[in-house]
Nanobody, 113 residues
Framework: VQLQASGGGLVQPGGSLRLSCAAI????????MSWYRQAPGKQRDLVAR???????IYADSVKGRFTISRDNAKNTVYLQMSSLKPEDTALYYC????????WGQGTQVTVSS
């Protein structure tokens, strides 16, 4: 399974970004898809997760601001991020879990004025 993440960039506080992660190979519609993030000097933490049935969970720090969704026809998972804060600055990774666990390459999100 290959995961191609995109959509990161530089955004001002209060702004929005949408991350995408396309899966190549694997049984996407049966997979648990997640977004993690890692800031410099910190551990990689779970941001959001979506199950094959569409159940979602979020880190407390992003609840009400971020939305994870999936398009099984496009083998793609999205992370819509709104009301971004400087503390959201990190390298964002998507992951695929179905039998085995795979990481994407990461996309940088920088929130700064």
């Amino acid at each position: 399974v290959q995961l191609q993440a995109s959509g990161g960039g530089l955004v001002q506080p209060g702004g929005s970004l949408r991350l995408s992660c396309a899966a190549i190979g694997g049984r996407f519609r049966f997979s648990v898809m997640s977004w993690y993030r890692q800031a410099p000097g910190k551990q990689r933490d779970l941001v959001a997760r979506i199950t094959p049935g569409g159940t979602t969970i979020y880190a407390d720090s992003v609840k009400g601001r971020f939305t994870i969704s999936r398009d099984n026809a496009k083998n793609t998972v999205y992370l819509q991020m709104s009301s971004l804060k400087p503390e959201d600055t990190a390298l964002y990774y998507c992951s695929f879990e179905y039998g085995q666990f795979y990481w994407g390459q990461g996309t940088q999100v920088t929130v700064s004025s």
